[in-house]
């Protein structure tokens, strides 16, 4: 067999692999949204099947001798092709690296901490929830030494959410958020009545909820044609497959913000997964970049676009017209509730200004943690000593403390850094747009969010993973990922919502 | 491995393959009811990826050495294990023996034939549909010879839907309800002023139809924590895994039958979904028995408990709170509105009495075109002129004749009997049940339908496909089947609502 025959039959293979992912990703969310409370027991064997079969096919032997005739004739491919032979390779070593009685210690490890999370969350009792992350940990140092890693132990478990990050890199710009957004909180927060956010709570009728929703998802331009919105108790998006691809959504009726912005970021990753170029479905490029790089998606929607003064501009009148309290409410007050800080204890209901600074508490610990640096049981103190020090309050326990976030039950440890990455990356990559599109906060002002959607699918969601995370930023915008746009994002908003200078 | 070890080993295997079944049952059911548009062409992807797996699966040469080490001990097992291995077998000598090459060719004349069909009825032009049926019979043949058959070729096409059924029985069969059958319908339509139908025709609203088909399908015990109601195009019922049976239906605003009876004839199969023995979970024979049997089901439930007077007197109050229209309507003239009888050109809109002289024309072509005693040019004459004998009127064009169904777009001949075997069947376990269930219909007028639910869960439902057709009824029922019970029941119900005395 030459090297093209060989190639072709390795994306034919992969293309069932798909299939296959496909398959679990639909029956992942029917599980959330649509399953009957008895079902659960057996769509949790289905999905166990589903992922023992496609690892066996995937890491077939025959798919190695495969990807070894490619190589060998590697320079005769183009670009396009050595790329999605560099992903696939990437992903057919780690999965067969790993043992298979590696991954089933860890299925195991993982869904009895998911559960022993959960009674302990509901507790508020870390010693209940210590042995189960100990476990995980010496799993997750197995794994390592396995997979190998970069200078440091940390680096190999980023490998699993963001290709390219390091440990090294990451402490330099963590350290840099907190020395300058720390002090920005007390900055802020001594003005805390210039962002009243009294307009936005009160009763808002769900029914009503939706469809202001709904007009924000349309002139995003997610396409319902591909996709559907449900509900669900945590919300979700999911990307199933060439168009197929479902957002989840749930309200709160005391507070305009939770479902509008939820649904707006949901949305942002939505657009992400609708726009991987056609040409890349069901091949190993045809998927996101990486974690960051799809929360830069969702957080751009979310913040930048959907907590700008232009926005509101644009769905003030559609939010008065549902809402008779909003009738006479400028623009300006919308946009000032919407961005308005406050100390909390909870990430998941974090501005933007405090949104990194709990980030940054999760990865001091976890690196922590995975050096070795600190134990198990003494991560409440860890924890509410970097509460302290970074947003200037404690927890009263620990279920609103270090077992907020469900991410170490499931033996997650690297994934909360990508949330900060995704956050950086949406304000470079809007300061290019910015450039790139003349008039863009004017067209965002009449309601019209194509434009930047259009842009957003050229520069990023088309590529799918055919570049690095870093690479692909510095294409779209012209410069290495860097925070500082970023941070004069923040301080741009921040002094005009505040009034700061 | 001794032959204990084989066995575990066999329902090990078949446990997942039969998770694999379930993962395709729940992408088909949400291709119906949720799927965006274009989500379409990936979703045919996946699920003919998922039956390549299924079948790559169950069709391992390990299987075949498993079920021969069972074989060679085979005296050692208990009759439950010799029933789970007969079925298994059964099913393997059947997967294995039909050549890939013939699966494929089937999958690719049927899809055309489909495609083929939908465009054909709508122009209401046989010719063009001709071709696809004369492929799909060419095809039919030579799976015949490859599995086997009986007596007859025809025989081997009952193996699919009905084990045990032969053309030779229904032959006689279909004689005797033609001879028996037909001259009642002149009889009863010489009376139609004493079926008046008008009481449930006019506007209901559908909300209020949703919320009466919910109180029946409650009533009727269909557990709605082990599954679901959706809407879709064309109602159906699909048992995808224990604890996740889910129906489906439809509405039509201004006539209350259809949709009540589409929702009851559907939650009669589920019932016997959610009522198959917990035991047989993913085992092989933790499925329905028959067609014939699943359809006798819907139709107990739909047709003698359904369009009975004890059920009107149950439900007539709860449907005169939905709809004034209804408020003085006595429960007579509701009962007699639900078993009007009228002569019609479609099977699926057909009354009790009509009902299986139309499956009898369908009967009387497809065996001929099997034999190869009628040309696949002739069938429009052929269906035209048993309409006439049989129903008394000949349809106007191919579209509402023979073009009208979609079976045989899909290669199902040997399928249409079944109709007419379970709505035999259902009449013997119904005088089987008034047998050993003293007060019933008293039961069924206060509106307590459980009881029923329980014997026939007992008698039916929970052996799942531990006996063949033949002997689960007459185990049920006490006596073989026969169409005695079915025209004993039909020619009261009819004196009744028809005065015919």
Same mark, same amino acid.
């Given at each position: 067999?030459?090297?093209?025959?060989?190639?072709?039959?390795?994306?034919?293979?992969?293309?069932?692999?798909?299939?296959?992912?496909?398959?679990?990703?639909?029956?992942?969310?029917?599980?959330?949204?649509?399953?009957?409370?008895?079902?659960?027991?057996?769509?949790?064997?289905?999905?166990?099947?589903?992922?023992?079969?496609?690892?066996?096919?995937?890491?077939?032997?025959?798919?190695?001798?495969?990807?070894?005739?490619?190589?060998?004739?590697?320079?005769?491919?183009?670009?396009?092709?050595?790329?999605?032979?560099?992903?696939?390779?990437?992903?057919?070593?780690?999965?067969?690296?790993?043992?298979?009685?590696?991954?089933?210690?860890?299925?195991?490890?993982?869904?009895?901490?998911?559960?022993?999370?959960?009674?302990?969350?509901?507790?508020?009792?870390?010693?209940?929830?210590?042995?189960?992350?100990?476990?995980?940990?010496?799993?997750?140092?197995? =794994?390592?030494?396995?997979?190998?890693?970069?200078?440091?132990?940390?680096?190999?478990? @980023?490998?699993?959410?963001? =290709? /390219?990050?390091?440990?090294?890199?990451?402490?330099?710009?963590?350290?840099?958020?907190?020395?300058?957004?720390?002090?920005? #909180?007390?900055?802020?927060?001594?003005?805390?009545?210039?962002?009243?956010?009294?307009?936005?709570?009160?009763?808002?009728?769900?029914? =009503?909820?939706?469809?202001?929703?709904?007009? #924000?998802?349309?002139?995003? /331009?997610?396409?319902?044609?591909?996709?559907?919105?449900?509900?669900?108790?945590?919300?979700?998006?999911?990307?199933?497959?060439?168009?197929?691809?479902?957002?989840?959504?749930?309200?709160?009726?005391?507070?305009?913000?939770?479902?509008?912005?939820?649904?707006? +970021?949901?949305?942002?990753?939505?657009?992400?997964?609708?726009?991987?170029?056609?040409?890349?479905?069901?091949?190993?490029?045809?998927?996101?970049?990486?974690?960051?790089?799809?929360?830069?998606?969702?957080?751009?929607?979310?913040?930048?676009?959907?907590?700008?003064?232009?926005?509101?501009?644009?769905?003030?009148?559609?939010?008065?017209?549902?809402?008779?309290?909003?009738?006479?409410?400028?623009?300006?007050?919308?946009?000032?509730?919407?961005?308005?800080?406050?100390?909390?204890?909870?990430?998941?209901?974090?501005?933007?200004?405090?949104?990194?600074?709990? #980030?940054?508490?999760?990865?001091?610990?976890?690196?922590?943690?995975?050096?070795?640096?600190?134990?198990?049981?003494?991560?409440?103190?860890?924890?509410?000593?970097?509460?302290?020090?970074?947003?200037?309050?404690?927890?009263?326990?620990?279920?609103?403390?270090?077992?907020?976030?469900?991410?170490?039950?499931?033996?997650?440890?690297?994934?909360?850094?990508?949330?900060?990455?995704?956050?950086?990356?949406?304000?470079?990559?809007?300061?290019?747009?910015?450039?790139?599109?003349?008039?863009?906060?004017?067209?965002?002002?009449?309601?019209?969010? @194509?434009?930047?959607?259009?842009?957003?699918?050229?520069?990023?969601?088309? +590529?799918?993973?055919?570049?690095?995370?870093?690479?692909?930023?510095?294409?779209?915008?012209?410069?290495?990922?860097?925070?500082?746009?970023?941070?004069?994002?923040?301080?741009?908003?921040?002094?005009?919502?505040?009034?700061?200078?």
């Amino acid at each position: 067999m030459d090297a093209r025959a060989a190639y072709a039959e390795l994306l034919r293979r992969y293309a069932e692999v798909r299939d296959l992912s496909s398959a679990a990703a639909l029956l992942s969310w029917d599980q959330e949204t649509m399953l009957p409370r008895k079902g659960a027991a057996a769509r949790g064997q289905q999905l166990a099947t589903l992922a023992g079969v496609r690892h066996e096919r995937f890491t077939d032997p025959r798919v190695g001798e495969l990807l070894a005739e490619c190589r060998a004739d590697f320079d005769s491919f183009d670009e396009l092709q050595k790329a999605q032979l560099r992903e696939l390779t990437t992903d057919f070593d780690r999965a067969t690296k790993l043992p298979k009685e590696l991954v089933e210690q860890f299925a195991a490890a993982e869904s009895a901490a998911l559960e022993g999370w959960r009674d302990a969350r509901a507790k508020s009792d870390w010693p209940a929830f210590a042995p189960h992350l100990s476990r995980l940990l010496e799993l997750l140092r197995r =794994k390592c030494e396995v997979l190998g890693f970069g200078a440091r132990r940390y680096d190999g478990l @980023l490998d699993d959410y963001e =290709k /390219g990050a390091t440990e090294a890199s990451l402490v330099t710009l963590f350290a840099d958020l907190r020395s300058r957004l720390a002090p920005l #909180v007390g900055e802020v927060l001594e003005r805390a009545d210039r962002a009243d956010a009294s307009c936005v709570k009160g009763a808002f009728e769900i029914a =009503k909820q939706e469809q202001l929703a709904d007009v #924000v998802v349309r002139a995003m /331009g997610f396409d319902l044609d591909a996709g559907r919105i449900d509900r669900s108790s945590h919300p979700f998006c999911s990307g199933i497959a060439e168009g197929d691809t479902r957002l989840t959504r749930r309200f709160v009726e005391d507070d305009l913000r939770p479902a509008l912005y939820g649904v707006i +970021h949901e949305a942002g990753h939505g657009l992400y997964e609708q726009g991987i170029g056609v040409e890349l479905a069901r091949t190993p490029l045809g998927e996101a970049c990486s974690l960051g790089i799809h929360e830069s998606q969702s957080r751009l929607w979310e913040n930048i676009v959907g907590r700008s003064l232009p926005f509101w501009r644009a769905f003030a009148p559609t939010a008065a017209r549902l809402f008779p309290s909003l009738c006479g409410v400028a623009p300006e007050q919308l946009w000032r509730a919407a961005n308005r800080v406050e100390r909390s204890l909870i990430r998941v209901e974090a501005d933007e200004l405090t949104y990194n600074l709990h #980030v940054a508490v999760r990865f001091e610990i976890e690196r922590a943690l995975v050096r070795g640096d600190l134990a198990v049981a003494d991560v409440p103190a860890a924890w509410n000593g970097q509460m302290k020090e970074l947003l200037g309050m404690v927890p009263g326990n620990d279920a609103e403390g270090c077992l907020q976030d469900i991410h170490w039950s499931m033996g997650a440890l690297g994934y909360f850094p990508t949330y900060t990455l995704g956050n950086l990356y949406s304000a470079q990559l809007w300061e290019a747009a910015q450039r790139e599109l003349p008039g863009l906060d004017a067209s965002i002002e009449r309601g019209e969010l @194509l434009p930047l959607r259009e842009w957003l699918r050229a520069k990023v969601h088309a +590529h799918g993973r055919r570049y690095p995370a870093a690479e692909l930023i510095e294409r779209a915008t012209g410069a290495p990922p860097s925070a500082e746009p970023f941070l004069r994002y923040l301080r741009t908003k921040l002094t005009a919502v505040y009034s700061l200078d």
